[in-house]
């Protein structure tokens, strides 16, 4: 089966896994330049759950998000990039996701057991809002690398 996946195809992945009794850890972001604090999140958060989701944030949102300039990488070839992760099981390319109602919409119709974040997450509310909606819960993988952001490194670029 294929890693890369629309919402509509994830449901019924994750359906399936559920009939199963398999657990899902869900995790989101942006992920325009992979870098090592991606890397040591996502095997992280892997480890929490039979099959990692990882929630792919559209173009318009990461130029909202982070600036005109972003981001470097279209949504398309960060799924691509991810996809070649190990720990990486699926990539739900969000669309059209406008509002909280969406995001929570889609984690009850996903389940997850576990939705992962780092520590200083300024959206963790938002996660646990939604961890009580589906019944999963919270779990915080790792704390921030500092010296590692997709921020630093394209300033650098530039």
Sequence with gaps: MKKILS?????NVSRQ???????????GGIFDILHLGHIRFL?????????LF????EDSKAKKEKG??????SQKDR???????QSVDYIIMLKNMTNNKLYD????????????????????????????LTQGKVV????????????KYAKLIK
């Design 7 to 11: 919402i509509k195809d994830a449901i």
């Design 68 to 73: 005109d300039k972003r981001p470097l990488n």
């Design 140 to 151: 915080y993988v790792i704390k921030k690398i500092i010296d590692h952001s997709t921020t």
């Design 17 to 27: 896994f559920r009939k199963q009794d398999k657990s899902i850890v869900v995790a």
């Design 54 to 57: 990882v929630l792919l944030e």
């Design 79 to 85: 799924a691509e990039i991810l996809s070649a992760l």
């Design 105 to 132: 919409k889609l984690m009850v119709e996903i389940q997850p057991n576990v939705i992962a974040t780092t520590y200083g997450d300024p959206h963790v509310e938002h996660k646990k809002r939604q961890a009580r």
């Design 43 to 51: 095997e992280e958060a892997k480890k929490y759950g039979n099959y």
